[in-house]
């Protein structure tokens, strides 16, 4: 613990935990509703899945206890992936549909589990490394949907299935260009994790970047359907055209400056 008590801060509640105790802690991956069978299956498959487990548990070694950052484990990838299911459930509901469907013929559910597939493996390289770590992602992720793809799908279809998810993980890398609506999906959804608390250690150790300061700041993240369309914002996503981002900011507490009113991106 000696780097943390240097920096003034405490250490995360996993650190120096052995195998055994990070498993004993596991977080299960589920949906809140709406799940298809399809879904259903490869979630189930996942949860059993203990090799993919420990790569979460690496990454988040690697981002939290030797990096100092925010959380890149098992708990962000549930949240990316159920923010992730819930804008797509939202397009959906608009008559827009899925890339995979528009170029394959395929089903909404088959959107599903792309976004689904890709928010869970997305950071899975941080378990080698930082540096490049959506490119190392690439190949630990195809080994996993090698393996849990062929559960719900014949060869041919789990070949695009798993092209697909591939693309929506390498787009979420900075300077990305997502070509499918649900690789933008992705990309969106994994910067939407930063509900408060989410950045404690960065924000205890003195850091001042946008990330750590709006988590700490943020009381909670919540997607709607609108009624505007948005402007030159989302740069990058590709899925500007569909998205808004509006930014409320309740009464502060007494003795407290407003720094802003809200905004709309």
């Known amino acids: 613990m000696g780097k943390f008590s240097e920096r003034g801060i405490s250490p995360p509640e ?9 498993f004993s802690g596991r977080v299960a991956i589920n949906v809140p ?4 069978p399809r879904l259903a299956a490869l979630l189930d498959a996942v949860n059993r899945d203990d090799d993919l487990y420990a790569l979460w548990v690496a990454s988040n070694v690697n981002a939290v206890d030797r990096l100092g950052m925010t959380d890149h484990g098992p708990v962000h990838v549930k949240i990316v992936m159920n923010l992730a299911l819930r804008l797509l459930r939202l397009f959906l509901d608009r008559d827009i549909e899925p890339s995979i469907v528009t170029n394959y013929g395929m089903e909404s559910e088959d959107g599903e589990i792309v976004v689904a597939m890709a928010a869970l493996m997305h950071d899975l390289g941080m378990a080698i490394h930082r540096q490049d770590h ?22 041919r ?15 979420h890398r900075s300077g990305g260009r997502p070509l499918t609506l649900e690789a933008g999906i992705v990309r969106i959804a994994d910067a939407l994790d930063m509900a408060k608390g989410r950045s404690r250690i960065p924000v205890e150790a003195g850091s001042v970047s946008i990330h750590s300061v709006s988590a700490a700041a943020i009381e909670s993240v919540s997607l709607e359907p ?19 981002l509006e930014a409320v900011l309740h009464d502060p507490v007494e003795g407290e400056a407003r720094l802003f009113k809200g905004f709309r991106l």
């Open 14 to 22: 996993e650190y120096g935990r052995s195998v055994a105790e990070r």
């Open 33 to 36: 509703k709406g799940k298809h």
């Open 134 to 155: 959506e490119s190392f992602s690439l190949f630990l992720a195809k080994e996993k949907l090698d393996q849990l793809l062929p559960l719900v799908y014949d060869s």
């Open 157 to 171: 279809t789990a070949a695009i299935v798993r092209s697909e998810i591939l693309h929506a993980i390498i787009g």
């Open 226 to 244: 609108g009624e505007d369309r948005p402007r030159d914002k989302l740069q990058g996503s590709g899925i500007e055209e569909y998205v808004e």
